[in-house]
C-alpha cells in the first residue's frame, strides 16, 4: 500500500494569483499522478510526473499552467497558476502500487 | 480514446434491498476496470477490481466484454454503504497507471 500526504488541504486564493500543491508518499513510487475534481464533476487526469523527466499532460492541460515537479521518487508538487475562478477545484494526487492506486485527500482550491 | 459512464447521478434504496451500480466503457484493448468509493470525509479508495473476482463487503462486479459493462452489485444494502461511488479504467501498456473516471454515483441507503 501506499499513504499519501497532500498540501494544504484547502485554500482560498486571489485571482492572478499561483498557489503550489505538495504529494509527500510514503514509499518510492516511478509514477505519480495528478487529477482535477471540478464542482459536481468527475475526476480528470492532468498530467503524470516522472522522477527525472518532464511532465506528461494530458490533452486540454498545459506546463504553463499547470507546471510540475518530480525532484524524487518519494515527492511531487503542482502549481496552478494565473489562477482565475474556473480553476476552483478540488487537486488529488494519486500513486500506483501494485494494482491499485491511493489517493491523497485532496486540496480543495477556492478562487476568488 | 477510453471513455466510462455512469448513467445514475444519484441512487437511492433501503436498507436490506438489492442495489446496482451501472457502469459501462468504451476501450479498444483490454482494459482493467476498477470501482472506487469515497464515503463521507474520507478520501477515494478501492473498492473492487475486476482481475481479482472477489467480493468486498459485500459487493461484486462481473466485467462483461460484450456489453462492455462493470456494474456494481449488492444483495442487501446497509446504511454503511451510502457514498459516492466510482467506477474507472486503466488501460493496457504504456498507459499503464492512468486511470478514466466515470462520472460517479452518489448511493444512499435509507433505515
Known amino acids: 500500500s501506499a499513504v499519501i500526504s497532500q498540501k494544504p488541504s484547502r485554500d482560498i486564493c486571489q485571482r492572478g494569483t499561483s498557489l503550489t500543491i505538495q504529494c509527500q508518499v510514503d514509499?518510492?513510487?516511478?509514477?505519480m499522478f495528478w487529477y482535477r475534481q471540478q464542482p459536481g464533476q468527475s475526476l480528470t487526469l492532468i498530467a503524470t510526473?516522472?522522477?527525472?523527466?518532464?511532465?506528461?499532460?494530458e490533452s486540454g492541460f498545459v506546463i504553463d499552467k499547470f507546471p510540475i515537479s518530480r525532484p524524487n521518487l518519494t515527492f511531487s508538487t503542482l502549481t496552478v497558476s494565473n489562477m482565475s475562478p474556473e480553476d476552483s477545484s478540488i487537486y488529488l494526487c494519486?500513486?500506483?502500487?501494485?494494482?491499485?492506486?491511493?489517493f491523497g485527500q485532496g486540496t480543495r482550491l477556492t478562487v476568488v | 480514446a477510453q471513455r466510462v459512464t455512469q448513467p445514475e447521478k444519484l441512487l437511492s434504496v433501503f436498507k436490506g434491498a438489492p442495489v446496482e451500480l451501472k457502469c459501462n466503457y468504451s476501450?479498444?484493448?483490454?482494459?482493467?476496470l476498477f470501482w472506487y468509493v469515497q464515503y463521507s470525509r474520507q478520501r477515494l479508495q478501492l473498492l473492487l477490481r475486476?482481475?481479482s473476482r472477489e467480493s468486498i463487503k459485500g459487493f461484486t462486479a462481473d466485467l462483461n466484454k460484450g456489453e462492455t459493462s462493470f456494474h456494481l452489485k449488492k444483495p442487501f444494502a446497509q446504511e454503511e454503504d451510502s457514498a459516492m461511488y466510482y467506477c474507472?479504467?486503466?488501460?493496457?501498456?504504456?498507459?499503464?497507471?492512468?486511470?478514466?473516471f466515470g462520472q460517479g454515483t452518489i448511493l444512499t441507503v435509507h433505515p
Open positions: 494519486s500513486v500506483r502500487a501494485n494494482t491499485e492506486a491511493f
Open positions: 514509499s518510492q513510487v516511478t509514477m
Open positions: 510526473a516522472n522522477q527525472g523527466s518532464e511532465a506528461t499532460y
Open positions: 476501450y479498444s484493448g483490454s482494459p482493467e
Open positions: 475486476h482481475i
Open positions: 474507472a479504467l486503466s488501460p493496457s501498456g504504456t498507459s499503464y497507471g492512468k486511470l478514466t
